[in-house]
């Protein structure tokens, strides 16, 4: 790499008359600190400004830290002995050289600075900045974006890394009909009064219910997990943590909080209402605040805010809990489809954190409690696969799974949708996965125990998918059934007769 900075210190009184003793600090500086491959090499006076060239050479001394440092040591010299001090330090021109590892297969941007790609070899020009933008360590990350967004588009257009972990026998179906479109024939089930929602009447509502007691009585419970009833508005800082505000801010629901709950504010907005009998929507604007938050998109993030800077007991690991009462809402637009692509949906989703031993025998402790359920329960057709984990994509990075021992990952269970076709040309639904995620959320809020690691990870059972695929397989009609699922739901409750 090379840096080439021209930046600025300007300091609280007028230093061409100690111009000998500021030449003095830097000539130290250079001396003590920097060496050939990083220094101060041309400097000026002008006023109560001191511009500053400094090229480096290496990587791990990049002028923009080492302008921090400048500034301290310049500081302590010149106040000790003249009572002057650097007000603030910024940059004026910056040139940063630094190859890539492959090259580029189309032109990247980023903001604050200008991008030249020739080949591998990347310039980048940032201009007039201030101390905060050095401070805040944006320039590192900006290096950083432009070698992630490089990366990305190798990634783009691959098929989705996935490898067959099990696969259960074929079974036949009871029909090949869509379960949603037959459900809203019946009247169990309407389209909501938004996009991507569902209304359950009583029947649908049951079958929804009878799956999430077979997840608490069949797999969670026996393993001693414990509920905890989680927010469903999720504050930015904690996406920010785990990733999700960068990585899919275009799937967000978010949440507008009223500038104020007073009735004078809302006046002229309630007047309106009454007037017209439409919303006022313009009014409405004035009186919203810009969303700092959103609707719950996935339970895990606010339960490791729960745990953010404690530190666990070691008696109490591996902490075993899952929240069923944040209801996900994902904004899918042109991807919606039945009960089992919806933009609100309801789940239950155990997180685990513990030692890495704990988990990897928690973990294979789940499979063996979800193929309970999905063999001799409800006696599906299904399979499970190592795929991209989802905090990867979640968080933005597009990765394939390295090809490590799969300690940390995430595992999908999908199973056969009879009404899309041919069981081995069709796609299978993923109706519920399992991750091991490693320390990335332990780290990201300061997640303790005693001495040991941790580790943490999370599963998501999603209502609607175990509802989808089982009515896909099984049909509507309780005598089809299998047995083990009666057991749960031996008979729909009496529909509403509507005239
Ligand atoms: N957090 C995981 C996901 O979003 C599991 O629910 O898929
Ligand atoms: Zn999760």
Redesign the pocket.
């Known amino acids: 790499m090379k840096f080439d900075l021209e930046a600025y210190l300007t300091f609280s009184s007028n230093i061409v008359n100690i111009r000998k003793d500021v030449d003095e600090v830097i000539q130290n500086i250079n001396k003590k600190i920097f060496n050939d491959k990083k220094k101060i090499d041309k400097w000026d006076v002008d006023k109560n400004l001191l511009h500053l060239h400094i090229f480096s050479t290496l990587s791990s001394s990049r002028p923009h830290s080492l302008l921090l440092q400048i500034k301290n040591m310049l500081s302590r010299e010149l106040g000790r002995k003249h009572h002057i001090g650097v007000r603030e330090i910024g940059i004026k021109k910056y040139r940063i050289d630094f190859e890539l590892e492959k090259k580029p297969l189309k032109k990247v941007s980023i903001p604050f600075a200008d991008v030249r790609i020739d080949g591998k070899l990347v310039t980048m020009y940032i201009h007039d900045v201030d101390e905060d933008f050095v401070r805040k360590n944006y320039i590192d990350r900006m290096i950083n974006l432009v070698r992630e967004k490089v990366e990305q588009q190798y990634y783009e257009g691959k098929t989705e890394f996935w490898r067959l972990i099990w696969r259960s026998e074929e079974k036949k179906p009871v029909w090949s009909k869509d379960p949603t479109e037959e459900m809203i024939r019946l009247g169990w089930l309407k389209q909501g009064p938004t996009k991507g929602k569902w209304f359950y009447g009583p029947k649908a509502a049951a079958l929804l219910r009878a799956m999430e007691m077979i997840a608490l009585n069949e797999v969670l419970h026996p393993l001693g997990f414990q509920e905890v009833v989680s927010s469903h508005i999720v504050p930015f800082d904690i996406w920010l943590k785990t990733g999700h505000l960068e990585g899919m801010p275009g799937e967000f629901y978010y949440v507008a909080e009223p500038c104020s709950r007073d009735v004078e504010k809302w006046q002229r907005f309630i007047d309106l209402t009454k007037i017209t009998k439409e919303v006022p929507m313009e009014e409405l604007k004035n009186n919203l605040s810009i969303p700092s938050a959103g609707i719950c998109y996935?339970?895990?993030p606010v339960i490791y805010w729960f745990f953010k800077g404690r530190t666990i007991a070691e008696k109490s690991l591996p902490v075993l809990v899952y929240d069923r009462t944040a209801i996900s809402n994902r904004y899918e637009s042109g991807g919606r489809h039945g009960i089992e692509r919806v933009d609100e949906f309801h789940r239950i989703?155990p997180?685990y954190i513990g030692t890495k031993e704990q988990l990897l025998d928690l973990r294979d402790k789940l499979i063996e409690r979800y193929k309970h359920v999905f063999n001799n329960i409800l006696d599906l057709e299904w399979r499970m696969a190592w795929v991209t984990p989802w905090y990867m994509q979640q968080a933005g990075k597009n990765m394939e799974k390295q090809e490590e021992e799969q300690e940390t990952g995430t595992i999908d269970f999908e199973a056969y949708l009879p009404y899309r076709g041919d069981r081995d040309k069709s796609e299978w639904l993923e109706f519920q996965n399992l991750?091991i995620i490693g320390d990335k959320y332990v780290k990201a809020f300061n997640i303790k125990t005693q001495k040991k690691e941790l580790w943490s990870g999370?599963s998501?059972i999603g209502l609607e998918r175990w509802t989808a695929v089982f009515l896909a397989q099984k049909g509507l009609k309780p005598e089809y059934w299998p047995d083990g699922f009666k057991k749960y739901l031996e008979k729909l409750p009496r529909d509403i007769k509507f005239l």
Do not use: L, P, T
């Open positions: 996935a339970q895990c989703e997180v991750s999370c998501g």
